[in-house]
C-alpha cells in the first residue's frame, strides 16, 4: 500500500489505518473490561465478499454501535470467532469499511470529525435538521455516495435514522437496495443504550453486558419485490417491528428483570 494511497473519498489509507488503530485500542475496554459484548453469528462476517455488503441495524447510540462493529468485523476477519479478545486484530484492520451518518452529527466536534475521517458517508437527513423536523428532498449525491462506498467495500447503516426504538425504516435504505442489490446482513444489538450516553461516548454504567447478534444475509428478490416489501422485511430482521411490542404481565415483568440481572457482567 503506497503511503500515499486514497480511498474514493479521497481520505489517505495510511492515516486511516494509524486512525482505526488508536481509537481501537482506546475503546476496547468499552466493550470488553467496563462492560462485557455478547457477539452471536461472527463467523458469517468471514463468509462474505470483499465488496458490495449492507450491514443494517437498530440504532442504540451515535457512535459507539459503529465502533463495537468495527471491532467485531476485524476481529472476524482475523480468526476470532464471536470474540474482540486480544486487541491485536486492530493491527491490520479492513479499511473499506464505511457507515451512514448524519452529516450535522459528523460536524459536530473534533472528536465527531475524526471518527467522519475513520469512515462515515455523511449525509443530508431528509426528515431531521439541528433537532427540528424538515421534509425536504433526497440529495442524489448522498445516494451516489453510499453507491460508491458498496462499491468498494461493506456499508453500515442504521435504517431507522434515529436511536428511539421502533421508529418506521426509512424507504431509502429499500431503494438503495433495489438499486445496488448488496448483501444485506442484519445485526441486532442491545445493552449500548444503558451502557452508554446518546452519543456513545461517556459511559454510563458499567457491569452491563452489552450483546450483537448477526444474522445470516437476507433472500431478497431485488427486481421482484416492492420497497414496502423490502421494508417490512427490514423491520424483521433487526426486530423492530411493532409485532415486537408486547405489553407484559407483572409475572413476565418480573422474570425479565431476573434475567437482566443475571445479564450483568
Given at each position: 500500500?503506497?503511503?500515499?494511497?486514497r480511498?474514493p473519498?479521497?481520505h489517505i489509507?495510511?492515516?486511516?489505518k494509524?486512525l482505526?488503530r488508536i481509537?481501537g485500542a482506546m475503546t476496547?475496554?468499552r466493550?470488553r473490561?467496563?462492560?462485557e459484548?455478547?457477539?452471536?453469528?461472527?463467523?458469517i462476517?468471514?463468509?462474505?465478499p470483499?465488496?458490495n455488503v449492507?450491514?443494517?441495524?437498530?440504532?442504540?447510540?451515535?457512535?459507539?454501535?459503529?465502533?463495537?462493529?468495527?471491532h467485531?468485523f476485524?476481529?472476524?476477519?482475523?480468526?476470532r470467532?464471536?470474540?474482540?479478545?486480544?486487541v491485536?486484530?486492530?493491527?491490520?484492520?479492513?479499511l473499506?469499511?464505511?457507515?451512514?451518518?448524519a452529516?450535522e452529527t459528523?460536524k459536530?466536534?473534533f472528536l465527531?470529525k475524526?471518527?467522519?475521517?475513520?469512515?462515515?458517508?455523511?449525509?443530508?437527513?431528509?426528515w431531521?435538521?439541528?433537532g427540528?423536523?424538515?421534509n425536504?428532498?433526497?440529495?442524489m449525491?448522498?445516494i451516489s455516495n453510499?453507491g460508491?462506498?458498496l462499491d468498494?467495500?461493506?456499508v453500515i447503516t442504521?435504517?431507522?435514522g434515529?436511536?428511539?426504538?421502533?421508529k418506521p425504516?426509512?424507504?431509502?435504505t429499500?431503494h438503495?437496495i433495489?438499486?445496488?442489490?448488496?448483501?444485506?446482513v442484519?445485526i441486532?444489538i442491545?445493552?449500548?443504550?444503558?451502557s452508554f450516553?446518546k452519543?456513545g461516548i461517556?459511559?454510563?454504567k458499567k457491569?452491563?453486558?452489552?450483546?450483537?447478534e448477526?444474522k445470516q444475509?437476507l433472500?431478497?428478490?431485488?427486481?421482484?419485490?416492492?420497497?414496502?416489501?423490502?421494508?417490512k422485511?427490514?423491520?424483521?430482521?433487526?426486530e423492530q417491528?411493532?409485532?415486537?411490542?408486547?405489553?407484559?404481565?407483572?409475572?413476565q415483568?418480573?422474570?425479565?428483570?431476573?434475567l437482566?440481572?443475571?445479564?450483568?457482567?
Amino acid at each position: 500500500m503506497g503511503l500515499f494511497k486514497r480511498n474514493p473519498f479521497g481520505h489517505i489509507l495510511f492515516l486511516k489505518k494509524w486512525l482505526i488503530r488508536i481509537m481501537g485500542a482506546m475503546t476496547h475496554r468499552r466493550f470488553r473490561g467496563f462492560n462485557e459484548l455478547q457477539i452471536e453469528g461472527s463467523e458469517i462476517i468471514k463468509e462474505l465478499p470483499e465488496r458490495n455488503v449492507l450491514f443494517i441495524s437498530n440504532h442504540q447510540t451515535y457512535f459507539a454501535d459503529v465502533v463495537a462493529m468495527f471491532h467485531v468485523f476485524n476481529a472476524s476477519l482475523s480468526g476470532r470467532v464471536d470474540s474482540i479478545k486480544n486487541v491485536g486484530y486492530l493491527w491490520n484492520p479492513k479499511l473499506n469499511i464505511y457507515y451512514v451518518a448524519a452529516k450535522e452529527t459528523m460536524k459536530a466536534g473534533f472528536l465527531p470529525k475524526l471518527l467522519a475521517y475513520a469512515g462515515s458517508v455523511s449525509i443530508e437527513r431528509t426528515w431531521r435538521a439541528e433537532g427540528k423536523d424538515v421534509n425536504r428532498q433526497v440529495r442524489m449525491s448522498d445516494i451516489s455516495n453510499i453507491g460508491k462506498a458498496l462499491d468498494d467495500g461493506w456499508v453500515i447503516t442504521f435504517p431507522q435514522g434515529t436511536t428511539t426504538p421502533f421508529k418506521p425504516i426509512r424507504k431509502g435504505t429499500a431503494h438503495i437496495i433495489k438499486r445496488y442489490k448488496p448483501i444485506v446482513v442484519p445485526i441486532v444489538i442491545d445493552g449500548f443504550r444503558r451502557s452508554f450516553d446518546k452519543k456513545g461516548i461517556r459511559i454510563k454504567k458499567k457491569n452491563i453486558l452489552q450483546s450483537m447478534e448477526i444474522k445470516q444475509p437476507l433472500e431478497i428478490d431485488y427486481d421482484g419485490e416492492t420497497t414496502d416489501e423490502i421494508v417490512k422485511k427490514i423491520e424483521f430482521a433487526i426486530e423492530q417491528h411493532p409485532s415486537f411490542l408486547k405489553v407484559l404481565t407483572p409475572q413476565q415483568i418480573k422474570e425479565q428483570e431476573e434475567l437482566n440481572k443475571l445479564r450483568e457482567w
